[in-house]
């Protein structure tokens, strides 16, 4: 596999480290090479970065500090939309390159922290400038992250009655942006199922779930299309269903496309099989 079709598959946030590229197929030569003729940055020890990418956000911080969706891209938190390139300066442009978003602010020292080299605005400020600034459901899935990871902490969130409202819907037990959507679909509908729930059978562990109507016994859950890794995690989800359908569970799954283009269809699926089930 080429070095950048191996970078582009493992790559978090941007970066890659040695061991993941070799995992993936690549060379200890192979890498040494691509960062000698730079189309890899080796950015600490073990740890590489895109040389394109990197050369781009220098250019970028010319104007200013990384701030928005592009620090979010930097600090490797999920966004559902391209990064695209934001810059937040003080001082006042006449112009500025095509493409980039000019965010004017003095921006306090304990805003600012450098990654990479690159002047880059910090987790804290990153998430309240995000919050703010994002759809709703793009914020909600970037709030959760971060308080799942321990980036942010509640406390972090009390800034302004938009950053309140935001993190109101944030909830850190979602452990996938298709999670942390449902749930906003489930919030909208009325529905209030409970959140990786966990099932027992006899005080035996038999499962967590998304989501769980525990009175109507009716699982839900969302599956990216990533889902099954492989043979012997699709056997274990098969032995996990296999023990819900024995207690007398109703499993519904729900992709990507049913939780984001097909909502109500969704909503009508778990509704129907909720009455059924009452």
């Known amino acids: 596999m080429r070095v950048e079709e191996a970078f582009e598959a493992v790559q978090q946030g941007g970066l890659a480290s040695a061991r993941q590229l070799v995992d993936a197929g690549v060379s200890p030569a192979a890498i040494t090479l691509a960062a000698r003729t730079g189309r890899l940055v080796r950015v600490a020890?073990?740890?590489y970065a895109a040389g394109t990418e990197v050369d781009d956000l220098h250019r970028l911080a010319r104007i200013g500090t990384l701030s928005h969706t592009t620090a979010a891209h930097v600090h490797g938190f999920p966004l559902l939309a391209p990064p695209g390139r934001?810059?937040?300066?003080?001082?006042?442009?006449?112009?500025?390159?095509?493409?980039?978003?000019?965010?004017?602010?003095?921006?306090?020292?304990?805003?600012?922290?450098?990654?990479?080299?690159?002047?880059?605005t910090t987790a804290r400020r990153t998430v309240e400038d995000c919050a703010t600034w994002l759809p709703e459901p793009d914020a909600v899935v970037l709030l959760?992250?971060?308080?799942?990871?321990?980036?942010?902490?509640?406390?972090?969130?009390?800034?302004?009655?938009?950053?309140?409202r935001r993190a109101a819907l944030a909830d850190a037990r979602a452990e996938s942006p298709l999670e942390s959507l449902a749930r906003l679909v489930f919030r909208r509908a009325g529905l209030a199922p409970e959140l990786q729930a966990i099932i027992t059978d006899g005080g035996r562990f038999v499962a967590r779930v998304d989501f769980l109507?525990?009175?109507?016994?009716?699982?839900?859950?969302?599956?990216?299309?990533?889902?099954?890794?492989?043979?012997?995690?699709?056997?274990?989800?098969?032995?996990?269903?296999n023990a819900l359908a024995v207690l007398g569970f109703e499993v519904l799954r729900f992709s990507w496309d049913d939780v984001v283009h097909r909502p109500?269809?969704?909503?009508?699926?778990?509704?129907?099989?909720?009455?059924?089930?009452?």
């Open 45 to 47: 020890r073990g740890l």
């Open 86 to 120: 934001h810059v937040t300066t003080a001082h006042r442009r006449r112009s500025v390159s095509h493409g980039v978003r000019l965010h004017r602010s003095e921006l306090p020292a304990g805003d600012l922290l450098e990654i990479l080299g690159l002047p880059v």
């Open 144 to 164: 959760d992250h971060v308080l799942r990871c321990g980036a942010v902490e509640p406390d972090d969130l009390a800034g302004s009655s938009l950053l309140r």
């Open 213 to 241: 109507f525990r009175d109507q016994c009716v699982v839900v859950e969302v599956d990216g299309f990533e889902y099954h890794a492989d043979r012997s995690h699709f056997r274990r989800d098969r032995e996990r269903l």
């Open 264 to 278: 109500h269809q969704m909503l009508a699926t778990i509704r129907r099989t909720l009455r059924a089930a009452s």
